[in-house]
């Protein structure tokens, strides 16, 4: 029986993803062939939990896999345990361009850069069909100032904007001064933060009525984000890693349909892409051990940089220069009637694109952002 492990945010401002993944993992780890014992010790949602628990997995634990936890903060500080003891981590939670540039040799990550987060949805912004005809211009960005995850989109987008030829009218911090955004009249908006902080310009962009061709945050893919606001959550875009409506018959594993049926019926609730990633990340580290016929973990590590497959979750292809994801394509996704629909790239569509995107706020109604 295979024995894995991982320091998850069970507590503290990650509490909600960090229980998502460790369903996700808990899932794969009822599913899988041959047996897996599962040890989560909770990180706290802090930088000193996450590194005492990847070292507690790998030295009193003896895990025979480690899987890194939720937020790319976090996984940085795990990512320095296990390099310093020689381990994989089989990163599923974080996405900062950050962890490549510390040249991390074994890190084995499931997801699209950060840099890359807003790149679909710039050219979704460029393409006339798809926006009714409109030609996007100009571009809004604000972006969180804390951790490396939100200025690594931020500065990803800027990169993209500029190579589409889209003008930046207003680059900055939040919070931003919708006030200001409003008398620039930005064809697109983009917003990246934390939750709470995208969920508290939402709903400022929601009271000041701003009107924009194209509004999308990182964190309206998210349950929580439609949730929270409710109607008013009502044409916001953004990113998404995953969605359960996606369609295909991969190489590996279950498809979306599935995997969402089945952690549906465990838990009663609906799969979210943190419990996704983290399933995810069992099915490749699982195929590797396979491959590799070993739980060394130079071999695995090896197996990852040679593995081109599809899973449910997307396909799982590594560059072998950077070390990056590099198969793993993101989608755009918009909140119409109070459900989530993917609107790009069209080849995963299951719907168009709606737009204006409304001005009217319907309720604007308080959020609570509790963990919950």
């Known amino acids: 029986m295979l024995k894995v492990g991982a320091a998850l945010s069970l507590s503290g401002r990650f509490a909600v993803q960090g229980e998502q993944a460790r369903r996700g993992l808990l899932l ?3 599913q899988a062939n041959g047996g897996v014992e599962l040890v989560v010790h ?3 949602s802090t930088r000193a939990g996450a590194a005492a628990g990847t070292d507690r997995l790998i030295v009193a634990d003896r895990v025979d896999l480690l899987f890194g ?3 790319s903060v976090l996984t940085i500080a795990a990512a320095e345990v296990s390099e310093r003891h020689g381990r994989v981590l089989w990163n599923h939670g974080g996405s900062s361009d950050a962890l490549d540039e510390r040249g991390f040799a074994r890190v084995v990550t499931l997801l699209t850069p950060a840099s890359r987060y807003f ?3 710039l050219e979704m912004a460029v393409d006339a069909s798809a926006m ?4 996007a211009r100009t571009v809004a960005l604000a972006y969180g100032a804390a951790g490396t995850f939100p200025r690594a989109v931020a500065e990803g987008a800027r990169r993209h904007a500029s190579r589409l030829g889209l003008q930046i009218v207003y680059h900055g911090e939040y919070p931003a001064p919708v006030d200001e955004l409003a008398t620039l009249r930005p064809d697109v908006v983009l917003g990246v933060g934390t939750t709470e902080a995208d969920l508290t310009f939402a709903l400022e962009i ?6 924009a061709s194209l509004i999308a945050l990182v964190a309206a893919p998210i349950e929580h984000f439609g949730a929270a606001l409710g109607p008013d959550a009502d044409g916001f875009c953004g990113p998404s890693q995953w969605e359960p409506t996606l369609q295909g018959q991969p190489d590996l594993g279950p498809t979306s349909a599935d995997f969402a049926a089945s952690f549906r019926q465990r838990f009663g609730v609906e799969p979210d892409y943190p419990a996704a990633q983290a399933y995810a990340a069992g099915l490749v580290a699982a195929e590797c051990v396979r491959r590799a016929g070993s739980l060394d973990d130079s071999a695995l590590r090896e197996a990852a940089g040679t593995l081109d497959l599809t899973i449910f979750y997307g396909r799982f292809r590594l560059d072998p220069a950077t070390g990056q994801q590099a198969g793993h394509q993101i989608v755009v996704v918009q909140w119409q009637a109070s459900r989530k629909k993917v609107v790009w790239p069209p080849d995963a569509a299951t719907a168009g694109l709606q737009l204006p995107v409304p001005t009217a706020a319907p309720t604007l109604r308080p959020f609570d952002d509790s963990p919950s």
């Open 28 to 30: 794969w780890a009822e």
């Open 42 to 44: 909770d990180d706290a």
């Open 69 to 71: 936890p939720y937020s």
């Open 119 to 121: 790149e679909p949805v």
């Open 132 to 135: 009714g005809g409109r030609v």
């Open 206 to 211: 929601r009271r000041q009525r701003l009107s």
